[in-house]
């Protein structure tokens, strides 16, 4: 990441490293935090809680990062920080009150495929209105996930190109998190901000997904 930073011109300080644990056991979690990782990510709630739960003896701050049901929503509010992967004005709705702010990131769907969770750029200005009117969301900017089977530069330049498209109704959600273990290179060198990397840190997982 720092040599990726340099290379960008950009200072390795700006950049948040989110480990992402999914199918690890909380044990791993906690070497991480032992090592001085804050940040951790996953993309399930289920799994995101129990862990959340096992380790609430640590100072993390936890990242969801997966597709949301907005039956779920609340319940992740309890243990998350932040959520990356806001698609819908339902999910939006689900968050939108309480006590804490939560701070989040609209997921933007860079294919054509609406499996792959994010909204589809022409619905980004208006989800990201609705999030703006939600009193205890505070968005930090756009998330995505670069498409199997095409360059990742490019794609996170299109990312990197609606964030400014939004800046005129957000001026302050400048952040960006892209970058995986295979492609966080390329996102650096197009503004990543938050980047979500799981196998480069912790190996293989148990089981597939
Ligand atoms: C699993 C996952 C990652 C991490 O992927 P790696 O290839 O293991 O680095 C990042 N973002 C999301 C949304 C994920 O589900």
Request: with cysteine; aromatic share 4%.
């Given at each position: 990441m720092?040599?990726?930073?340099?290379?960008?011109?950009?200072?390795?300080?700006?950049?948040?490293?989110?480990?992402?644990?999914k199918?690890h056991?909380?044990?791993?979690?906690?070497?991480?935090?032992?090592?001085?990782?804050?940040?951790?990510?996953?993309?399930?709630?289920?799994e995101?809680?129990?862990?959340?739960?096992?380790?609430?003896?640590?100072?993390?701050?936890?990242?969801?990062?997966?597709?949301?049901?907005?039956?779920?929503a609340?319940?992740v509010?309890?243990?998350?920080?932040?959520?990356?992967?806001?698609?819908?004005?339902?999910?939006?709705?689900?968050?939108?009150?309480?006590?804490?702010?939560?701070?989040?990131?609209?997921?933007?769907?860079?294919?054509?495929?609406?499996g792959r969770g994010?909204?589809?750029?022409?619905?980004?200005?208006?989800?990201?209105?609705?999030?703006?009117?939600?009193?205890?969301l505070?968005?930090?900017?756009?998330?995505?996930?670069?498409?199997?089977?095409?360059?990742?530069?490019?794609?996170?330049?299109?990312v990197?190109?609606?964030?400014?498209?939004?800046?005129?109704?957000?001026?302050?959600?400048?952040?960006?998190?892209?970058?995986?273990?295979?492609?966080?290179?390329?996102?650096?060198?197009e503004?990543a901000?938050?980047?979500?990397?799981?196998?480069?840190?912790?190996?293989?997982?148990?089981?597939?997904?």
């Amino acid at each position: 990441m720092s040599d990726a930073a340099t290379q960008a011109g950009r200072d390795a300080s700006e950049l948040t490293l989110i480990a992402i644990t999914k199918f690890h056991p909380a044990s791993l979690v906690r070497e991480l935090a032992a090592l001085g990782v804050h940040d951790i990510g996953e993309n399930r709630h289920q799994e995101a809680q129990a862990k959340a739960t096992a380790l609430d003896d640590l100072e993390l701050d936890w990242h969801f990062v997966g597709q949301l049901q907005s039956k779920k929503a609340k319940q992740v509010r309890r243990y998350a920080s932040c959520v990356h992967s806001i698609d819908r004005e339902s999910v939006v709705d689900a968050l939108s009150n309480g006590d804490d702010v939560l701070e989040c990131f609209v997921q933007v769907n860079l294919t054509d495929d609406p499996g792959r969770g994010g909204v589809q750029p022409v619905q980004l200005e208006a989800l990201v209105e609705r999030v703006l009117e939600a009193p205890a969301l505070r968005l930090r900017g756009l998330m995505a996930v670069a498409p199997l089977g095409e360059p990742a530069r490019p794609a996170f330049e299109r990312v990197r190109e609606l964030s400014h498209r939004i800046q005129h109704l957000a001026p302050t959600a400048r952040d960006l998190s892209m970058g995986m273990s295979h492609d966080f290179t390329d996102a650096i060198l197009e503004g990543a901000t938050h980047l979500r990397i799981g196998t480069a840190i912790t190996g293989n997982r148990p089981t597939g997904d």
